[in-house]
């Protein structure tokens, strides 16, 4: 496995694969990586011949008041565990090497509707961040598909729409949510928790679990089972940033003949924030 931190080293190894046909995946992350994200590499390995895995902290995503500066940049880890995944290269630019001009004046990807809402709503600019920075990759890999996680719905469903949109011609394949023993979905945030939060943290899938479990059994007052699910985290402990319903296509609020359905879920745990979802047909 290489590691390289220029796009010219990146184009340079990645020319070679293709002069030799071989078909190129891509995992884009912002590295301190946990089993979730190594699943997106083994993932990518089956399908692909050369795996690359961008580490990079995308500055443009984070909010004014948010974790840029404390997210943790553990490369040699990450590398230990992408080697042993069957990754094929590293890709870990600089924030100067992706935003020369800086910030302020690089060109920018806008994704309407399916980005306004949910965490769109509650960090706003994030999502033109990530599909910036997602289709700056996809344009320096040239990958054949890539893999993202389901753990992040609503991200998923950017990516997606601005491949479609876009006419990039990249298969985006979604990956199963990895949870740990007592349902916590695995999350480089997972690492802020204290001891006492760390315990109080699974309650936000067992929320999900239990008003799925309602749906399925009949009921549609989606207001009320919303409601429900907030006063269900607040009594635990957590701040709930939302707990939507919503149509698993759309993304818009789910309708009382809607089939497939996913519940959307984020809430603060002390100053972490967390999100899940989990998506079901009835």
């Known amino acids: ?27 884009p992350t912002m590295g301190n990586l946990h089993e979730g994200h190594v699943s997106l590499v083994r993932k ?14 995308n500055p443009m995503q984070f909010g004014a008041n948010e974790d840029l500066d404390k997210y943790p940049r553990t490369l040699a880890e990450d590398q230990d565990k992408l080697a042993s995944a069957g990754n094929t290269l590293v890709f870990a630019p600089s924030p100067e090497e992706i935003y020369p001009e800086g910030l302020a004046r ?46 992040d719905f609503q991200q998923l469903a950017v990516i997606r729409k601005l491949t479609r949109d876009l006419l990039i011609p990249v298969e985006i394949i ?59 985290l607040s009594q635990a402990g957590l701040r709930p940033d939302y707990f939507n319903i919503v149509n698993s296509h759309t993304l818009e609020p789910a309708t009382a003949t809607d089939q497939e359905i996913t519940l959307l879920v984020a809430a603060f745990l002390g100053t972490t924030r967390l999100i899940d979802n989990l998506s079901i047909t009835r």
């Open 1 to 27: 496995m290489r590691t390289v931190h220029s796009l010219k080293e990146l184009r340079s190894m990645l020319r070679s694969a293709r002069q030799q046909g071989k078909t190129i995946g891509l995992v």
């Open 174 to 232: 979604g990956a199963p949510t990895v949870r740990e023993d007592d349902g916590l979905a695995k999350s480089s945030r997972n690492g802020f928790l204290s001891k006492q939060e760390r315990a109080i943290a699974p309650v936000v899938y067992q929320t999900l679990a239990n008003i799925a479990t309602q749906l399925t059994q009949g009921r549609t007052d989606h207001d009320s089972l919303e409601r429900e699910a907030c006063e269900a």
């Open 106 to 151: 690089q060109t920018k990807v806008v994704v309407p509707d399916v980005s306004e809402s949910h965490c769109g709503a509650s960090r706003p600019g994030h999502f033109e961040g990530v599909a910036t920075v997602v289709t700056m990759l996809f344009n320096m890999v040239q990958p054949d598909f890539a893999v993202f996680g389901e753990k």
């Open 44 to 57: 990518a390995s089956e399908a692909a011949d050369v795996v690359v895995t961008s580490i990079f902290v």
